[in-house]
């Protein structure tokens, strides 16, 4: 189930890559991604995105956001996108330890928590039970979203990774390399990579 629809930019062209970033690893099952603080890494996720339309810098990478969400919000994280807006931020999807669903904001400069609500869908059975099934399936998931956004991104910057749970579930990563984006799949469970159709809405958004 798509939870958000990711509207990329012209911003997204101006992405750099490299840098430092904090990594994120999985623990326990691999189910849940968990902060863990790591030294700088040739796959560091960053996202530095300059000349956005109203002049302001993200430097907070998407380990940098995932950390944070998962700091606001222990649970499971089940999408994170990059918002180009007149203030970037990053959007998040958790599924917490209690099981509710969150939507966090974090403030693309330092991954700052702007905003947290729990997700009330299950006030419409339908939504209720569309929600419990992606559940279902995030969990059984071996790879996490931060292990997708690495095995997508070398050399890359990622720009959203978001869980897709129709028919075999997988990771759906968009990332910017040479200043061209690309959208990829990683398997939820075997973490093997694929690129996307090229008739995907998603693969020339610029």
Known sequence: MKRHIVIASVAAAALLTGGTAVAIAGSGNGSTD??????????????????????????????????AALKAVPGTLASLDLDHGARPTWDADVLGDDGTWHEITLDASDARVLSQRVDRDDNDPEDA??????????????????????????????????????????WEVEVVRGHTEHELY???????VTQAP????HDNDD
């Open 186 to 192: 990683v398997d939820a469970q075997s973490g093997k």
């Open 129 to 170: 039970a569309e929600d419990a099934a992606e559940a279902a399936a995030l969990k059984k998931a071996t790879v996490t979203a931060t292990e997708a956004a690495r095995k997508a991104a070398p050399r890359s910057t990622v720009t959203s990774v978001e869980f897709d749970d129709d028919g075999t579930p997988a």
């Open 34 to 67: 968990r902060a863990r603080s790591s030294s700088t890494a040739p796959e560091a996720l960053t996202s530095q995105a300059s000349g956005t339309a109203s002049g302001t810098t993200a430097r907070a990478s998407f380990s940098d956001a995932a950390e």
């Open 198 to 201: 090229a008739d995907d809405d």
